[in-house]
């Protein structure tokens, strides 16, 4: 089974860093597009960053220049580097991976179960 676990999430201080982590397990044959996205109670889940096998990355507005998204293809494993952070980063994030199982597999996208972060004032 393909697994996809996030971890690093927290309480810290308004002005302080977290780094979150999201490794997918290895018994996969690769992995493609890979993102972090979050969700706060009663909202819909929003695209944070994501991060091509290339390494090319994408933000959204609201963490451009504070965030930083990054990946180590050997390991299957994705990181979010957050700084500078804000109540409004409050929220459960999620990990999403495109992955293909197999050499003659298609893609298919993967979520993990999702970490909190809380960000007090």
């Known amino acids: 089974q393909v697994q996809v676990v996030e971890s690093g999430g927290g309480l810290v201080q308004a002005g302080g860093s977290l780094r979150l982590s999201c490794a997918v397990s290895?018994?996969?044959?690769?992995?493609?597009?890979m993102g972090w996205y979050r969700q706060a109670p009663g909202k819909p889940r929003e695209l944070v960053a994501s991060i091509y096998a290339s390494g090319a990355t994408t933000y959204a507005d609201s963490v451009k220049g504070r965030f930083t998204i990054s990946r180590d293809n050997a390991k299957n494993t994705m990181y979010l580097q957050m700084n500078s952070l804000t109540p409004l980063d409050t929220d459960v994030y999620y990990c999403?991976?495109?992955?293909?199982?197999?050499?003659?597999?298609?893609?298919?996208?993967?979520w993990g179960q999702g970490t909190q972060v809380t960000v007090s004032s």
């Open positions: 999403r991976a495109r992955v293909q199982r197999s050499r003659i597999s298609g893609y298919e996208i993967y």
């Open positions: 290895r018994n996969i044959f690769t992995t493609d597009a």
